[in-house]
């Protein structure tokens, strides 16, 4: 069931908080017309409706906590942190020969950044970044700490965690694990699915492929339960001025709610999964 559709121009990936029970928000950087300029913004989890619009700028990556709200802004050499409700600007710092973000992810008071300029690890506490690296070996604790609990190897210029739930964690090697044991449960990297985007609630993954369809599997078998066909046939070009070129997926685990972003008829779908 189709709970709301918004049109808009999606610039940067979207990224959703969920409140347990309560509203909750999509934070993205897009605009609802041609006429507008781009602008970081929330929106309401349930209804689609804008809660607040912020500053202008080029926003490369969004990442939400409980707490607070991360933008990674490349070519101003930025990280920004945001309060949730308003956008307000609770605390910011300069990545130094940033260019552009792509990963941003918080740890034990750590906030690792991944730059075109190299690696940045930032301090919440100070605000200021305590770490930078051109490229080479990454000696991060909590990396190496991960990299041992799954026996391999994880490239810091190509590491994220997909989707987490269910007692299982998918990480970019493209192999569902056990959370607890780290033992393989089941690959995804199989060439008939031609994954372009992952999200998951508790109990499925669901993949968007390139063949039109997104699929719901059970995230510890990757036994097929549902499939939704949306025809994009393949990723869209880009519309001549690079945005809106891109599809995204997003769940709210605590709603059962799935956040569907189609890059070339600029359309953004909240669907009930539950």
Wanted: proline share 3%.
């Amino acid at each position: 069931m189709i709970l709301f559709r918004a049109n808009l121009i999606l610039s940067a990936p979207f990224h959703l908080v969920s409140n347990g029970r309560r509203r909750g928000y999509l934070f993205l950087a897009g605009r609802f017309a041609i006429t507008e300029s781009i602008r970081l913004m929330a929106l309401d989890a349930d209804t689609g409706q804008r809660v607040w619009g912020g500053e202008r700028g080029g926003f490369d990556v969004l990442y939400a906590t409980s707490s607070g709200l991360y933008v990674g802004m490349g070519g101003f050499s930025k990280l920004l942190y945001k309060r949730l409700e308003t956008g307000e600007t609770i605390w910011s710092t300069s990545l130094p020969n940033a260019r552009s973000v792509s990963i941003i992810y918080p740890a034990d008071g750590l906030v690792y950044a991944n730059t075109f300029g190299g690696y940045r690890l930032v301090s919440e506490k100070d605000r200021a970044v305590i770490f930078q690296q051109s490229r080479g070996n990454l000696n991060l604790d909590w990396l190496k700490k991960l990299e041992a609990e799954i026996g391999t190897a994880i490239d810091p210029d190509y590491f994220y965690v997909l989707v987490s739930g269910g007692g299982t964690i998918l990480l970019s090697d493209g192999v569902i694990r056990d959370a607890r044991t780290k033992q393989a449960l089941w690959d995804i990297n199989d060439p008939d699915l031609s994954i372009i985007r992952l999200a998951s609630s508790e109990t499925m993954l669901f993949i968007l492929t390139r063949n039109g369809n997104v699929e719901g599997r059970d995230l510890r078998t990757g036994a097929m339960f549902s499939s939704i066909g949306i025809d994009p046939s393949t990723l869209p070009p880009s519309d001549g001025e690079g945005h809106g070129n891109t599809y995204r997926l997003a769940v709210d685990k605590d709603e059962n709610l799935l956040y569907i972003y189609l890059g070339d008829t600029k359309q953004l779908f909240a669907l009930d999964i539950s």
